[in-house]
């Protein structure tokens, strides 16, 4: 047996150089593939600089040459130019510009910010160069005024770059030559690799007409870029790549640095583009199907050796090591499938230094050992060859004796076992209850399935026979268990049912099975399901009574403004009752416009449409600043405000117009609503994590509602509707406060009034800077932006940059107050 295993290994060790030489007439060699000539066109780009910097004889940046930006338009500006196309691309943070302003965002800082973009790859582009001018002579020629560049002096090399070529003992055995036109286009391109040269030359030109950066590559030569700023415009640029003009390049390898690039590690192409091409060379000279032959021989010479010695354990059957079980045999006859592919690239890699490189280069060479490859893959053939042997004497002993396959089977030997384990997994699984934690049973589930699959894909091809055994097993099971899992969903169904119809005195005594543990939870249900139907009914009412309220608010100053206009109809009136009337149309008119624009204001805040900008707002001083536009009412009421305000200032990041609107429509309230002659009491309690705002004052009159419902629109604490107000006012207030992720509680005591407003602190959470929309339309298109980091783009404290200036309550008024400055004008 050895003398045949040893025979079979060095038959094969001697076939080694015929698969060398046979790979070698099968190698494409990397040098024509597309990933080389890209970098020869990459390439390009940068010596295109040198080139022009040594004709112009003054430094060029890579910007300055390749990158065009032009200034289209914005939306408002109605630029014609700038819906010339769709295909935009929203890349850009947003751009801090004023209101008013139809100027391009910025100049020079948007072209550095796009420079950056592509500086990467430019950098990439750069070593790629280096590399390549190590291994590769080039010369590089601006076909306007002569001026070249070069690694090398030799005189053939200028030669075939003007189109000379040399037919006695040319140095070179590859070289391309590439020529841009004026307008920075591959205009012509010349070839040379032996038989290959045809092929290489249409390669050549395909990749001529490809676009090398990336990150703006489109149909066109030019891309539109769109960048939005903070006041909602957006800009639009044109940004134009172009590529080298007027220059001839050619790059040529003699035969010497061709044989080092074959042989060299540090190159570069990619390790793994060469080493597949490599293994493909020794594919396609049939090494694997040599090594399928010979395993076959092993494997057919095994069963030889049983079916010819009859007598049990005689000869190789003696040994231990042959009396593996049949499953563990079949799964490595399954891997041995494999085994040709492993062996051609363990092949390869012996014979082209790509097996243990640092090894071989450091070690193995300076000892003159680096046979010792060829005697590590001898031992790996006999360890192969003798696995094949093996697996045909364990086959060839199974199909002999029906006995010895018993013997020898894991799954015969242990079936008892094997089927009592299933049983109790199965009784489990059947009594196993769904309220509980499933992820034992979950893992136990897909470990068994993994296990059965595992094995079935040891079959290959031949796996569908027991893939559909285990699928009509599967079946059997599952409608097994879905059957009993479908009768006690019937019996939950039932009592879900009868809640359902109203009945909440359901008595739940049947078996659930997997769904005992949902008992409680519809004991439950009945309990919220009443409490559903109260609060149903209380929605209901409120509805009825909205309806009513708006009809009642709008048609009293609607009806006030018909009545006086047909009494200036009437004739005889005197100049005195015509301007009588007409101050009491006005007085009418603008409450019905203040009527419908909080009713607008409220309905934008509800439906979340409102679009706020947080600014630092100081809420003590914006507090006194508001009572100051209200102290003269306050004053015709006597009532008397206590400010119980901390001593340092209290910043927070707020709206400041939403919020001056809240404590606006809160001090209306009171100057409505308070009792004369008490006192109104305004605290401000400021911690680490929020800021706490109360304002406490004594009811003129009973309030017969909740604090909850008084936030509701037009619900107002004159029932009889006689005072004025919209009963939108604290509605208002406590939609602008939540949509500033704060909150408004209304607590009533008697007559008393609270009004707590609450609001996390900056540091608490973190809080964007920049205008926030709600709108989701408006915020889907602003999570497009941020591929850039343009200038003023984005201000954030947290990262070092200086916060926008503090709110000053005295440099914003009310529209009420405006309103009233332009009336004494």
């Not at 079935?456 to 285990?470: K, S």
Request: net charge negative; proline share 3%; glycine share 4%.
């Amino acid at each position: 047996m050895l003398v045949i295993l040893l025979s079979l290994t060095l038959c094969l060790m001697a076939f080694l150089p015929f698969f060398q030489t046979r790979a070698a007439s099968e190698f494409s060699t990397p040098l024509t593939e597309m990933s080389f000539i890209e970098q020869l066109y990459q390439s390009n780009y940068i010596q295109y600089k040198y080139l022009k910097e040594k004709t112009d004889q003054k430094n060029w940046s890579y910007s300055d040459l390749y990158l065009t930006i032009d200034y289209l338009g914005s939306r408002e500006s109605g630029d014609p130019a700038f819906s010339a196309s769709s295909a935009t691309y929203q890349i850009a943070d947003r751009i801090s510009s004023d209101d008013s302003s139809d100027t391009p965002v910025s100049d020079g800082d948007l072209e550095e910010a796009l420079y950056n973009v592509f500086l990467s790859q430019i950098d990439e582009m750069k070593v790629g160069a280096e590399k390549l001018t190590q291994y590769v002579d080039y010369c590089a020629q601006d076909t306007a005024s002569g001026t070249q560049i070069g690694n090398s002096s030799v005189s053939e090399l200028t030669a075939l770059l003007n189109g000379q070529t040399s037919t006695e003992h040319p140095s070179y055995i590859y070289y391309a030559v590439i020529e841009y036109d004026a307008a920075g286009h591959v205009s012509s391109c010349r070839a040379y690799f032996g038989d290959e040269s045809d092929s290489f030359l249409k390669k050549l030109e395909t990749a001529g007409r490809e676009q090398y950066f990336q990150q703006f590559s489109d149909d066109s030569d030019s891309l539109l870029l769109d960048f939005d700023s903070d006041s909602g415009q957006t800009y639009r640029y044109r940004v134009s790549l172009s590529g080298p003009s007027n220059m001839r390049i050619i790059y040529a390898i003699t035969q010497q640095q061709y044989q080092k690039i074959l042989s060299s590690r540090d190159l570069f192409m990619s390790d793994t583009n060469y080493d597949g091409l490599q293994y493909q060379s020794y594919c396609a000279a049939g090494v694997p199907h040599v090594l399928i032959g010979f395993f076959a021989a092993a494997f057919l010479f095994g069963g030889f050796m049983v079916l010819l010695f009859e007598k049990r354990g005689y000869c190789i059957r003696s040994f231990s090591i042959c009396q593996l079980p049949i499953e563990i045999a079949a799964v490595l006859l399954c891997l041995f499938f494999q085994m040709p592919y492993f062996l051609t690239r363990l092949i390869c890699g012996v014979q082209h230094g790509q097996l243990f490189p640092n090894l071989t280069k450091h070690v193995l060479s300076p000892l003159h050992l680096s046979g010792t490859l060829y005697l590590f893959l001898a031992i790996v053939f006999f360890l192969c060859f003798f696995v094949a042997f093996l697996l045909g004497t364990i086959a060839a002993g199974c199909l002999r004796s029906k006995q010895e396959f018993r013997e020898h089977s894991l799954l015969i030997r242990y079936w008892r076992r094997i089927m009592n384990a299933w049983n109790r997994f199965y009784q489990e699984l059947v009594s196993f209850d769904i309220g509980t934690d499933a992820k034992k049973m979950i893992s136990k589930l897909v470990i068994v399935n993994f296990i059965i699959l595992f094995v079935i894909t040891f079959f290959w091809v031949w796996g569908f026979v027991p893939l559909l055994i285990y699928s009509l097993i599967i079946y059997f099971l599952l409608k097994k268990y879905v059957h009993d899992i479908q009768t006690k969903y019937q019996n939950l169904l039932r009592a879900t049912s009868s809640i359902a119809r109203g009945d909440f005195d359901t008595a739940f005594s049947e078996d659930f099975g997997v769904f005992e543990s949902y008992k409680k939870e519809l004991l439950q249900i009945q309990t919220d399901f009443k409490k559903a139907v109260d609060e149903e009914v209380k929605s209901q009412r409120m509805k009825s009574e909205l309806i009513t309220n708006v009809s009642h608010d709008l048609k009293t100053p609607l009806t006030a403004i018909i009545t006086y206009i047909n009494l200036l109809k009437e004739p005889g009136l005197t100049p005195i009752q015509q301007q009588e009337y007409l101050d009491t149309l006005d007085k009418k008119a603008l409450r019905l416009k203040v009527l419908i624009e909080d009713l607008f204001e409220i309905s934008k805040a509800t439906t979340n449409n409102v679009t706020l900008h947080y600014d630092n707002v100081d809420i003590c001083n914006l507090l006194r600043q508001c009572y100051l536009e209200y102290e003269a009412r306050m004053q015709e009421k006597n009532l008397t405000f206590k400010f119980q305000l901390p001593e340092e200032k209290v910043i927070l990041r707020l709206d400041p117009q939403k919020t001056f609107r809240i404590f606006d429509n809160l001090y209306t309230n009171i100057s409505k609503y308070a009792m004369p002659s008490t006192r109104v009491y305004v605290t401000v309690t400021d911690s680490a994590s929020e800021t706490q705002i109360a304002i406490r004052n004594i009811s003129q009159m009973e309030l017969t509602v909740s604090g909850e419902e008084l936030t509701e629109r037009f619900v107002r604490g004159d029932g009889s509707r006689n005072t004025e107000g919209s009963g939108l006012g604290l509605a208002i207030a406590r939609s602008f406060t939540e949509l500033q992720h704060g909150t408004m509680q209304i607590l009533l005591d008697g007559d008393l009034f609270k009004a707590i407003l609450t609001f996390r602190k900056p540091g608490a959470e973190p809080v964007d800077n920049r205008s926030e929309h709600l709108d989701t339309a408006h915020s889907a298109n602003a999570n497009l932006s941020g591929n850039l980091n343009c200038p003023g783009a984005a201000d954030n404290p947290a990262e070092g940059i200086e916060p926008p200036p503090i709110y000053r309550p005295s440099r914003w008024r009310s529209d009420k107050n405006l309103r009233k400055h332009r009336q004494k004008k």
